[in-house]
Structure formats: structure tokens, C-alpha cells
């Protein structure tokens, strides 16, 4: 998905991080996961890095099931919900 938005969306609500980059790998991984229909984006974190979440979700139920898919069919070590 080239026109995938990065942009962090606005309102409240739950996310799910799987972790934090530098900028290029952290945009690559959230286009990638954009493009199997989770919606992605990055935010700037400290020391350079790039935090990579994916949501909002309004219960957070539905993130918890999201952080589910994300570390056992995708891969990603530990992801976590957070506000």
C-alpha cells in the first residue's frame, strides 16, 4: 500500500507498540504492516528512535487481540498496549 498513512490518528484510544527504530527501518516496518491491513503509523520516541504502533482501538479488548496477532502470526517480540 504506497499511500498508506504513517500520520499518527487522532482521538483517544488504545494501541498496540512493537517496538522502536531508527526512522527508515521503523516506516518500513508500518508500511508493511499496512499492507496486511493493520492500520500503522510511527512516532518519534527519544534517542532517534522511531516507535512503531499500530491502532487506535476504541476496547481494549480488540487491542489485546491485535497485540495477539502481531506476536504469534507476525512475529514481533513482546508487543504491548498502551494509550
Do not use: C, H
Not at 518500513?28 to 482501538?57: C, Q
Amino acid at each position: 500500500v504506497e499511500n498508506a498513512s504513517l500520520a499518527v490518528p487522532s482521538g483517544n484510544g488504545w494501541v498496540v507498540q512493537v517496538g522502536a527504530y531508527p526512522r527508515p527501518t521503523a516506516e518500513g516496518i508500518a508500511r508493511g504492516l499496512a499492507a496486511k491491513g493493520f492500520p500503522s503509523f510511527v512516532m518519534p520516541r527519544e534517542r532517534g528512535l522511531f516507535a512503531v504502533r499500530v491502532g487506535k482501538y476504541n476496547d481494549r479488548r480488540e487491542a489485546d487481540a491485535v497485540r495477539l496477532r502481531l506476536e504469534q502470526d507476525e512475529q514481533f517480540k513482546n508487543p504491548w498496549i498502551t494509550r
